[in-house]
T-cell receptor, first 114, second 114 residues
Framework: KNQVEQSPQSLIILEGKNCTLQCNYTVSPFSNLRWYKQDTGRGPVSLTIMTFSENTKSNGRYTATLDADTKQSSLHITASQLSDSASYICVVREAGGGADGLTFGKGTHLIIQP | DAGVTQSPTHLIKTRGQQVTLRCSPKSGHDTVSWYQQALGQGPQFIFQYYEEEERQRGNFPDRFSGHQFPNYSSELNVNALLLGDSALYLC?????????????FGEGSWLTVV
């Protein structure tokens, strides 16, 4: 069964600090991996999409890494801001999986404290 | 350019009632997917519509049904509501074809069943 596990479940850091969120998956065959940011009570917003051949992709202060061999990804946030407080969801697409070929993690709930 | 829009944003229904949620996809998108997201969980795929037909369906009972209109907008209907149907219902739109296309989510409809 395809699974996406995220850690930690929740994280509290001080404004200005860096943090790294982890995502491990068992989805196979692999197509791509996505990170989404979801503010409380809002819809998810795409941060990055990474395919098998991409190791690193950045979007401003967000940098995602992918190791397709170990089936691990990370999302690094640099110089955190209060607006970074949100849930971060890792989503993995199964190749040829069609519309329901997306497996969602439960997310990491990140709180930035002033 | 309007993104994915959903209505209503919040609603409260009584157990046994029926509910209809609405979604307009992002301009230029003709594929609409619906997801259910319980508190603290990742979104769960309900079904996807393309060319006014249900293309794929997740593991949800027949109480969940949908429709897509010629203008690509979509409705999600849930009959005989149960307390467990309380969740955030997300609509997502995308372009067909490449599995690498970005999926855009709406802000969601919060359904509370009492």
């Amino acid at each position: 069964k395809n699974q996406v596990e995220q850690s930690p479940q929740s994280l509290i850091i001080l404004e200005g600090k860096n943090c790294t969120l982890q995502c491990n998956y068992t989805v196979s065959p692999f197509s791509n991996l996505r990170w989404y940011k979801q503010d409380t009570g809002r819809g998810p917003v795409s941060l990055t999409i990474m395919t098998f051949s991409e190791n690193t992709k950045s979007n401003g202060r967000y940098t995602a890494t992918l190791d397709a061999d170990t089936k691990q990804s990370s999302l690094h946030i640099t110089a955190s801001q209060l607006s970074d407080s949100a849930s971060y969801i890792c989503v993995v697409r199964e190749a040829g999986g069609g519309a329901d070929g997306l497996t969602f993690g439960k997310g990491t709930h990140l709180i930035i404290q002033p | 350019d309007a993104g994915v829009t959903q209505s209503p944003t919040h609603l409260i229904k009584t157990r046994g009632q029926q509910v209809t949620l609405r979604c307009s996809p992002k301009s230029g998108h003709d594929t609409v997917s619906w997801y259910q997201q319980a508190l603290g969980q990742g979104p769960q795929f309900i079904f996807q519509y393309y060319e006014e037909e249900e293309r794929q369906r997740g593991n949800f009972p027949d109480r969940f049904s949908g429709h897509q209109f010629p203008n690509y907008s979509s409705e999600l209907n849930v009959n005989a509501l149960l307390l467990g149907d309380s969740a955030l219902y997300l609509c997502a739109s995308s372009l067909p074809g490449s599995s690498g296309n970005t999926i855009y989510f709406g802000e969601g409809s919060w359904l509370t069943v009492v």
